[in-house]
Protein backbone atom coordinates (compact mmCIF):
# COMPACT_ATOMS: atom_id res chain seq x y z
CA UNK A 1 0.00 0.00 0.00
CA UNK A 2 1.49 2.98 -0.98
CA UNK A 3 2.34 6.01 1.57
CA UNK A 4 3.21 9.89 0.94
CA UNK A 5 5.14 11.25 4.03
CA UNK A 6 5.85 14.82 4.47
CA UNK A 7 7.34 16.29 6.82
CA UNK A 8 7.74 18.69 8.92
CA UNK A 9 4.15 19.43 9.36
CA UNK A 10 4.49 23.37 9.72
CA UNK A 11 6.43 25.35 8.89
CA UNK A 12 7.48 29.34 9.42
CA UNK A 13 9.97 31.68 7.37
CA UNK A 14 10.48 35.07 7.04
CA UNK A 15 9.74 37.05 3.98
CA UNK A 16 12.25 36.06 1.32
CA UNK A 17 13.32 32.83 2.51
CA UNK A 18 14.00 30.56 -0.27
CA UNK A 19 12.91 27.23 1.27
CA UNK A 20 12.43 23.10 0.33
CA UNK A 21 9.39 21.11 1.23
CA UNK A 22 10.02 17.42 0.99
CA UNK A 23 7.71 14.14 0.03
CA UNK A 24 8.52 11.04 -0.01
CA UNK A 25 6.40 7.89 -0.96
CA UNK A 26 7.33 4.64 -0.30
CA UNK A 27 6.60 2.50 -3.90
CA UNK A 28 8.31 4.19 -6.36
CA UNK A 29 5.84 2.04 -9.30
CA UNK A 30 4.04 5.94 -9.75
CA UNK A 31 2.84 6.81 -12.77
CA UNK A 32 2.92 10.64 -11.82
CA UNK A 33 3.81 13.22 -8.65
CA UNK A 34 1.47 16.50 -8.43
CA UNK A 35 1.82 19.44 -5.82
CA UNK A 36 -0.82 20.99 -4.65
CA UNK A 37 -1.63 24.12 -2.45
CA UNK A 38 -4.53 24.02 -0.43
CA UNK A 39 -5.65 27.34 1.65
CA UNK A 40 -8.08 27.29 4.92
CA UNK A 41 -11.53 25.74 3.97
CA UNK A 42 -10.86 25.54 0.65
CA UNK A 43 -10.29 23.15 -2.58
CA UNK A 44 -6.69 22.40 -3.83
CA UNK A 45 -5.16 24.13 -6.58
CA UNK A 46 -2.86 21.75 -8.80
CA UNK A 47 0.43 23.40 -8.76
CA UNK A 48 3.00 21.34 -10.45
CA UNK A 49 3.03 17.69 -11.97
CA UNK A 50 5.89 15.49 -12.98
CA UNK A 51 5.13 12.28 -14.79
CA UNK A 52 7.00 9.10 -13.62
CA UNK A 53 9.59 9.74 -17.06
CA UNK A 54 10.38 13.53 -15.67
CA UNK A 55 12.80 14.83 -13.22
CA UNK A 56 11.82 18.18 -12.65
CA UNK A 57 8.97 20.88 -13.64
CA UNK A 58 9.15 24.33 -13.08
CA UNK A 59 6.13 27.30 -13.38
CA UNK A 60 7.62 30.80 -12.11
CA UNK A 61 9.12 31.11 -8.14
CA UNK A 62 8.32 27.07 -8.15
CA UNK A 63 10.33 23.92 -8.80
CA UNK A 64 9.67 20.59 -8.34
CA UNK A 65 11.95 17.48 -8.39
CA UNK A 66 11.23 13.93 -8.59
CA UNK A 67 13.97 11.01 -8.11
CA UNK A 68 11.95 7.80 -8.24
CA UNK A 69 13.98 5.39 -7.45
CA UNK A 70 14.64 6.99 -3.99
CA UNK A 71 11.23 7.37 -3.13
CA UNK A 72 11.42 10.91 -2.95
CA UNK A 73 10.40 14.79 -4.23
CA UNK A 74 11.11 17.66 -3.30
CA UNK A 75 9.01 21.74 -3.83
CA UNK A 76 11.61 24.59 -4.10
CA UNK A 77 9.86 28.04 -3.24
CA UNK A 78 12.44 30.77 -4.51
CA UNK A 79 12.10 34.36 -2.55
CA UNK A 80 8.62 33.35 -0.24
CA UNK A 81 6.46 35.56 -0.27
CA UNK A 82 3.41 35.70 2.67
CA UNK A 83 0.85 35.20 0.01
CA UNK A 84 2.71 31.59 -0.10
CA UNK A 85 1.71 30.79 2.86
CA UNK A 86 -1.01 27.48 2.43
CA UNK A 87 -0.57 23.87 3.05
CA UNK A 88 1.09 22.26 0.61
CA UNK A 89 0.31 18.63 -0.08
CA UNK A 90 1.63 15.95 -2.51
CA UNK A 91 0.60 13.24 -4.31
CA UNK A 92 1.34 10.63 -6.23
CA UNK A 93 -0.79 8.54 -8.78
CA UNK A 94 -0.31 4.77 -9.24
CA UNK A 95 -0.91 2.32 -11.64
CA UNK A 96 -4.36 1.89 -10.55
CA UNK A 97 -4.72 5.89 -11.61
CA UNK A 98 -5.66 6.72 -7.96
CA UNK A 99 -4.07 9.38 -5.89
CA UNK A 100 -2.63 9.00 -2.36
CA UNK A 101 -1.86 11.97 -0.64
CA UNK A 102 0.62 12.83 2.27
CA UNK A 103 -0.79 14.97 5.12
CA UNK A 104 0.35 18.14 3.85
CA UNK A 105 3.09 21.02 4.84
CA UNK A 106 1.39 24.02 6.61
CA UNK A 107 3.38 27.12 5.42
CA UNK A 108 3.84 30.45 7.31
CA UNK A 109 5.53 33.18 5.61
CA UNK A 110 6.14 36.18 7.94
CA UNK A 111 6.03 39.34 6.87
CA UNK B 1 -7.63 26.57 -17.01
CA UNK B 2 -10.78 24.05 -16.49
CA UNK B 3 -13.24 24.76 -13.85
CA UNK B 4 -14.86 22.63 -11.35
CA UNK B 5 -17.72 23.77 -9.36
CA UNK B 6 -18.96 21.92 -6.48
CA UNK B 7 -21.71 23.21 -4.24
CA UNK B 8 -22.68 23.93 -1.79
CA UNK B 9 -19.66 25.18 -0.01
CA UNK B 10 -21.22 24.65 3.80
CA UNK B 11 -23.91 23.02 5.33
CA UNK B 12 -24.91 22.73 8.81
CA UNK B 13 -27.99 19.90 9.55
CA UNK B 14 -29.29 18.36 12.02
CA UNK B 15 -28.68 14.16 12.55
CA UNK B 16 -30.69 12.11 10.28
CA UNK B 17 -31.41 14.19 7.73
CA UNK B 18 -29.81 13.79 3.99
CA UNK B 19 -27.44 16.36 2.34
CA UNK B 20 -26.28 16.73 -1.10
CA UNK B 21 -23.08 17.98 -2.64
CA UNK B 22 -22.91 18.22 -6.70
CA UNK B 23 -19.94 18.40 -8.69
CA UNK B 24 -19.52 20.33 -11.94
CA UNK B 25 -17.46 20.35 -14.38
CA UNK B 26 -17.62 23.78 -16.40
CA UNK B 27 -15.88 24.20 -19.01
CA UNK B 28 -14.98 20.27 -20.19
CA UNK B 29 -16.53 16.84 -19.63
CA UNK B 30 -15.84 14.67 -17.56
CA UNK B 31 -16.36 10.80 -17.50
CA UNK B 32 -14.73 9.96 -14.59
CA UNK B 33 -14.99 12.40 -11.13
CA UNK B 34 -13.27 11.37 -7.68
CA UNK B 35 -14.78 11.95 -4.13
CA UNK B 36 -12.33 12.93 -0.95
CA UNK B 37 -12.98 13.74 2.02
CA UNK B 38 -10.70 15.23 4.51
CA UNK B 39 -10.48 15.51 7.99
CA UNK B 40 -8.26 18.65 9.45
CA UNK B 41 -5.10 18.52 9.28
CA UNK B 42 -5.27 14.98 7.49
CA UNK B 43 -4.55 14.46 4.42
CA UNK B 44 -7.35 13.64 1.53
CA UNK B 45 -8.34 10.04 1.29
CA UNK B 46 -10.21 8.72 -1.89
CA UNK B 47 -13.63 7.81 -0.81
CA UNK B 48 -15.20 7.04 -4.68
CA UNK B 49 -14.66 6.71 -8.12
CA UNK B 50 -18.13 8.32 -10.04
CA UNK B 51 -18.09 6.50 -13.51
CA UNK B 52 -20.68 8.66 -15.72
CA UNK B 53 -23.79 6.52 -16.52
CA UNK B 54 -22.05 2.99 -13.87
CA UNK B 55 -22.10 2.73 -10.85
CA UNK B 56 -19.73 4.17 -8.47
CA UNK B 57 -16.69 2.19 -7.56
CA UNK B 58 -15.91 2.48 -3.54
CA UNK B 59 -13.06 2.36 -1.60
CA UNK B 60 -12.67 -0.03 1.10
CA UNK B 61 -14.19 0.97 4.21
CA UNK B 62 -16.84 3.35 2.59
CA UNK B 63 -19.97 2.72 2.82
CA UNK B 64 -21.81 2.49 -0.81
CA UNK B 65 -25.24 3.40 1.02
CA UNK B 66 -24.41 5.64 3.21
CA UNK B 67 -22.63 8.13 0.66
CA UNK B 68 -24.79 7.88 -2.85
CA UNK B 69 -22.98 8.66 -6.36
CA UNK B 70 -25.06 9.28 -9.30
CA UNK B 71 -22.96 10.75 -11.90
CA UNK B 72 -25.79 10.71 -14.65
CA UNK B 73 -24.41 13.57 -17.07
CA UNK B 74 -20.82 14.04 -18.22
CA UNK B 75 -20.77 17.00 -16.23
CA UNK B 76 -22.36 16.87 -12.92
CA UNK B 77 -21.79 13.88 -10.02
CA UNK B 78 -23.53 13.90 -6.79
CA UNK B 79 -22.63 12.98 -3.43
CA UNK B 80 -25.86 12.50 -1.29
CA UNK B 81 -24.97 11.99 2.41
CA UNK B 82 -27.61 9.97 3.55
CA UNK B 83 -28.77 10.17 7.24
CA UNK B 84 -25.66 12.25 7.88
CA UNK B 85 -24.27 11.82 11.66
CA UNK B 86 -22.01 13.90 13.65
CA UNK B 87 -19.01 11.50 12.65
CA UNK B 88 -19.84 12.05 8.84
CA UNK B 89 -19.03 15.93 9.70
CA UNK B 90 -15.97 16.66 7.59
CA UNK B 91 -14.48 18.42 4.25
CA UNK B 92 -15.84 17.01 1.11
CA UNK B 93 -13.93 17.55 -2.37
CA UNK B 94 -14.50 16.35 -5.79
CA UNK B 95 -11.97 15.82 -8.78
CA UNK B 96 -12.20 15.48 -12.12
CA UNK B 97 -9.31 15.09 -14.81
CA UNK B 98 -9.32 17.28 -17.80
CA UNK B 99 -7.41 14.60 -19.38
CA UNK B 100 -6.87 11.53 -17.89
CA UNK B 101 -3.73 10.66 -16.28
CA UNK B 102 -2.93 14.56 -16.33
CA UNK B 103 -3.56 17.48 -14.05
CA UNK B 104 -6.36 17.02 -11.24
CA UNK B 105 -8.75 19.80 -11.36
CA UNK B 106 -10.78 20.08 -7.50
CA UNK B 107 -13.39 21.64 -6.64
CA UNK B 108 -13.90 24.10 -3.43
CA UNK B 109 -14.98 21.54 -1.56
CA UNK B 110 -18.35 21.52 0.70
CA UNK B 111 -17.73 21.63 4.91
CA UNK B 112 -20.22 19.33 6.57
CA UNK B 113 -21.47 20.09 9.64
CA UNK B 114 -24.28 17.63 11.27
CA UNK B 115 -25.28 19.08 14.78
Known amino acids: KQEVTQIPAALSVPEGENLVLNCSFT??????LQWFRQDPGKGLTSLLL?????REQTSGRLNASLDKSSGRSTLYIAASQPGDSATYLC??????????FGKGITLSVRP | GAVVSQHPSRVICKSGTSVKIECRSL??????MFWYRQFPKQSLMLMAT?????????EQGVEKDKFLINHASLTLSTLTVTSAHPEDSSFYIC???????????FGSGTQLSVL
Open chain 2, 95 to 105: SAHLIVGEKLF
Open chain 1, 27 to 32: DSAIYN
Open chain 1, 50 to 54: IQSSQ
Open chain 1, 91 to 100: AVTGANSKLT
Open chain 2, 27 to 32: DFQATT
Open chain 2, 50 to 58: SNEGSKATY
